[in-house]
């Protein structure tokens, strides 16, 4: 009895893990990816947001949404930016056999060189998949199809 006592004083006393806080999100959740630097590389990861009640109905615009009006102050303060510029502006959005068609204004394709058109690309694709899952996205910029974005000619697949 003495040892099992000992025992358990023992533990009270041995450091616990603490849970990394999560934030408190109320009813349903999006993902929506931001990049963040992981040591020299930009990298996508997501952050939860909540389901607008007004968007309930369609989680893909919703989260295209979110994701356009860039990270909130703490997500910023958490390491979180967008490559996407300010300003750009979702003008429609299509699921059609299999392939999403998002049609952006032309200010997506301004700024920035190669890795930032890569990375604005990334945001755009993996917030899709993580509403609609593994599917073919399409880019158009003011209702024309792209094939190919920035100066260098990025391919767009």
């Known amino acids: 009895l003495l040892i099992s006592l000992m025992i358990i004083n023992l533990v009270r006393h041995l450091p616990q893990e603490r849970a990394v806080p999560q934030p408190v999100v109320a009813g349903p959740v999006l993902h929506v990816h931001f990049s963040k630097l992981q040591g020299a590389q930009s990298m996508t990861e997501p952050t939860l947001r909540t389901l607008p009640d007004t968007l309930h109905e369609d989680p893909l615009k919703a989260a295209l949404t979110q994701l356009l009006a860039g990270p909130s102050r703490s997500e910023q303060a958490a390491g979180f930016y967008s490559e996407i510029p300010k300003g750009t502006e979702l003008l429609g959005l299509s699921n059609r056999n299999g392939v999403v068609t998002v049609n952006l204004s032309q200010t997506f394709t301004t700024g920035g060189g190669a890795t930032s058109m890569i990375q604005r690309v990334n945001e755009l694709k993996d917030t899709i998949y993580a509403v609609e899952g593994k ?3 399409q ?16 391919e767009i697949n």
């Open 135 to 137: 599917t073919r996205v």
């Open 139 to 154: 880019i158009a910029i003011e209702g024309k199809p792209i094939e190919t974005l920035g100066g260098e000619g990025l």
